[in-house]
């Protein structure tokens, strides 16, 4: 009974993170960040996210996406998603 009643909370969770209300910031390395952090999880990971984490934060952010998580990023473009990240979303001081 408990079990049925948890599969039909992630069911709803799933659905509201496949819905795209999320709209990033217009910029340089947008579409970067938006095909390549939007596999796994919803983009508002970026955007609740974006109070704490200064530039070496993201960086360790999206490395961690690479090494730990297993996210498909190219190491080149790893500079812009970072330097995307840290203009538009990086905590302010
Ligand atoms: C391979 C899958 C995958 C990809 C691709 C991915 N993430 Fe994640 N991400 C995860 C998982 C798994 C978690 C942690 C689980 C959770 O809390 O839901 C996470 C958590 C996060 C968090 C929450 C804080 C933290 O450190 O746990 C942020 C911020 C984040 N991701 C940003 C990004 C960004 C930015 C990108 C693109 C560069 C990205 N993610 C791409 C799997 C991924």
Redesign the pocket.
């Known amino acids: 009974m408990s079990k049925v009643l948890i599969l039909g909370g992630m069911l709803v969770a799933l659905s509201f993170a496949g819905e795209e209300s999320i709209k990033l910031k217009d910029g340089e390395g947008k579409a970067l ?1 938006e095909a ?6 919803s983009l508002d ?2 955007q ?2 974006s109070p704490f ?1 200064d530039k070496k934060g ?1 960086e360790a ?2 490395n ?3 090494k ?6 190219k190491q080149e473009d ?1 500079p812009k ?1 970072v330097e995307y ?1 840290t203009k538009y979303y990086g905590k302010k001081e």
């Not at 730990?68 to 990023?73: F, S």
């Open positions: 960040v390549n952090c939007s596999v796994c999880h990971y970026i609740m996210n984490l993201w952010t999206v961690k996406m690479i730990a998580m297993g996210a498909p990023i790893v998603i990240l």
